[in-house]
């Protein structure tokens, strides 16, 4: 039997393996800029209750994720790249040590260990847990809820402990991201009180305190926000965001048809194994409706979701760990079986794919990464464009960009960065700023600060090819 000292060890030996090599070697991307730059905006003005996206509110999604960053720059001391993503990779490391400690009893020793392997080693987590984005966190604090619900129903403790704990990572999970997670939450819930007929569990005045709880913690913060900002725009814009997922709009046939199959992806390469679970294995009868259940609650939310004709792959991750659950406890208890054609000789033959899996997440992670870093290192293009705007613009002096969203270059910017929502806004001492192309021709013929003119420096162009134009006001030139 492993004990409960050597799993963490084995745990925190592949999880640090996996994400932490040239975790900030690579440049910030993607949407990266919109969970950095708002907690950067947080620190600079201290209002950690309306996140901005220069000089504009950010409606899109809550803030959690903007203030673990920011709690990390101040905790460490450094803006940099590895501060940044380090929230995504704590709280993937946290979902595995609650699955070798809060669901050891459930799953046994080596279950509880290969599920927190599993979760640590399929190339979504892995990828979403390298980066600064909302899917790492969201995700584990979905994953969390789950383990603590099944860990708790399943050891048969008291309601109050099977719905409370999970609350808490529900609650937060809604700051994370909103409410798409209690799909697959109650997808697992309503598939296990089917299967074992316990749906007084439902009634129980917990659920209900529980459910008060995890509209609380949401409350705490929005009903500040709220006040704080044009309450009418702000629900619109929360309407907007949600409407949105379920529309057509811009509705694509052939890439809404691909969302399953690359959902499935995500889970790579574990998903490979579920062909070979074999419920009739389960010794044990509650083993195997709490396969089943598993089951229903894992495939009836991802495909629901990945219908909806706004749906990305990505909104299915939450499945993740409850599919990292039934792998564990099929592995555990033999129920995973070849095919009669394709039997494979040898009693230690899962053991070995196992094996051979966590290793290719090792590589991955361990020597993968790394790697890319250095191929890519002189062709980071976010990085080259900032050092084009440090070399102009003296660090001593204001930057001011004007509507401006959240364009990952201005995390590399040396000189203090203001932002403007127009150039009729920039103060009378500004000396350099940042526009727009569409903005350009109004910044070149705006007589703003004359008898000084605004005179173009450079064009920069970001990691997307758009581009910044740069200016700085200075007397005028001859022929002017």
């Given at each position: ?7 963490l060890?084995i ?10 090599p040239?975790l900030?070697?690579?440049?910030i991307?993607g ?10 905006r947080?620190?600079?003005t ?7 996206v220069?000089?504009t509110t ?5 803030p ?13 001391g450094v803006?940099?790249?590895w501060t940044a993503?380090l929230p ?13 400690t809060v ?9 509880s ?5 599993i979760w640590?080693?399929?190339?979504g ?5 390298r980066l ?5 966190l969201y995700v ?6 789950i ?16 719905w ?7 609650g937060?999970a809604?700051?994370a991201?909103g409410?798409?997670h209690?799909?697959?939450?109650y ?15 439902l ?5 209900f305190a529980?459910v ?5 913690i ?8 709220l006040?704080?900002t ?11 965001q ?15 048809g ?15 194994l579920?062909?070979f ?9 509650a083993q195997r409706?709490?396969a ?5 609650g ?6 629901v979701?990945n219908l ?12 993740v760990?409850?599919?990292s659950?039934?792998l564990?406890?099929?592995y555990a208890?033999?129920?995973?079986d070849?095919?009669?054609k394709?039997r494979l000789?040898g ?9 051979g ?5 090792l ?17 980071q293009q976010?990085k080259?464009a ?6 102009i613009?003296?660090?001593?002096e204001?930057?001011?960009?004007v509507?401006s969203d959240?364009?990952?270059?201005f995390?590399?910017?040396k ?5 403007a929502?127009?150039?009729t ?13 569409e903005?350009?021709q ?7 600060w ?8 450079a ?5 997307h090819?758009r ?14």
């Amino acid at each position: 039997m492993i004990s409960r000292n050597r799993s963490l060890l084995i745990v925190l030996l592949v999880w640090a393996t996996i994400y932490l090599p040239a975790l900030g070697s690579l440049a910030i991307k993607g949407e990266e800029g919109r969970r950095i730059l708002p907690a950067v905006r947080m620190i600079e003005t201290g209002d950690y209750i309306v996140p901005r996206v220069g000089s504009t509110t950010y409606f899109r999604k809550p803030p959690l994720v903007n203030w673990l960053v920011a709690v990390s720059f101040k905790v460490f001391g450094v803006r940099n790249e590895w501060t940044a993503r380090l929230p995504s990779a704590l709280s993937v490391l946290v979902v595995a040590i609650a699955f070798v400690t809060v669901a050891r009893v459930s799953l046994g020793p080596s279950g509880s260990t290969i599920a927190a392997l599993i979760w640590l080693t399929n190339i979504g987590i892995i990828e979403k847990g390298r980066l600064i984005e909302i899917e790492g966190l969201y995700v584990s604090l979905s994953g969390l809820a789950i383990i603590f619900w099944l860990s708790f129903w399943s050891q048969e403790k008291s309601p109050w402990l099977i719905w409370l704990p999970a609350s808490i990572f529900l609650g937060l999970a809604l700051l994370a991201k909103g409410p798409l997670h209690l799909v697959f939450f109650y997808g697992i819930v309503f598939a296990v009180l089917w299967q074992t007929k316990r749906w007084r569990l439902l009634v129980h005045p917990a659920h209900f305190a529980a459910v008060a709880i995890m509209l609380a913690i949401f409350a705490a913060w929005a009903i500040p926000f709220l006040q704080s900002t044009t309450t009418q725009v702000a629900l619109h814009k929360w309407s907007a965001q949600f409407s949105g997922r379920l529309s057509a709009t811009g509705f694509n046939f052939l890439s809404w048809g691909q969302n399953v199959p690359r959902s499935l992806v995500y889970f790579l390469p574990w998903v490979i194994l579920f062909p070979f679970v074999r419920f009739t294995k389960f010794q044990d009868e509650a083993q195997r409706q709490l396969a089943h259940a598993l089951t229903w609650g894992i495939v009836g939310p991802l495909i629901v979701v990945n219908l909806v004709p706004g749906a990305l792959p990505r909104y299915s991750m939450p499945a993740v760990v409850p599919a990292s659950w039934l792998l564990a406890m099929s592995y555990a208890g033999n129920a995973l079986d070849w095919p009669h054609k394709l039997r494979l000789r040898g009693e230690g033959v899962w053991a070995k794919v196992v094996a051979g899996f966590v290793g290719l997440g090792l590589v991955i992670g361990g020597i993968g990464y790394p790697f890319t870093a250095l191929v890519l290192r002189n062709r980071q293009q976010v990085k080259k464009a900032a050092a084009e705007i440090n070399a102009i613009v003296p660090a001593s002096e204001t930057l001011y960009a004007v509507n401006s969203d959240y364009q990952p270059v201005f995390f590399y910017v040396k000189a203090p960065l203001n932002y403007a929502t127009e150039i009729t806004k920039l103060p009378a001492n500004t000396h350099y700023f940042l526009v727009q192309t569409e903005n350009e021709q109004e910044a070149i013929n705006t007589q703003k600060w004359a008898p000084r003119w605004a005179h173009q420096l450079a064009r920069i162009k970001d990691s997307h090819k758009r581009e910044m134009v740069l200016f700085e006001v200075g007397p005028p030139r001859k022929g002017r």
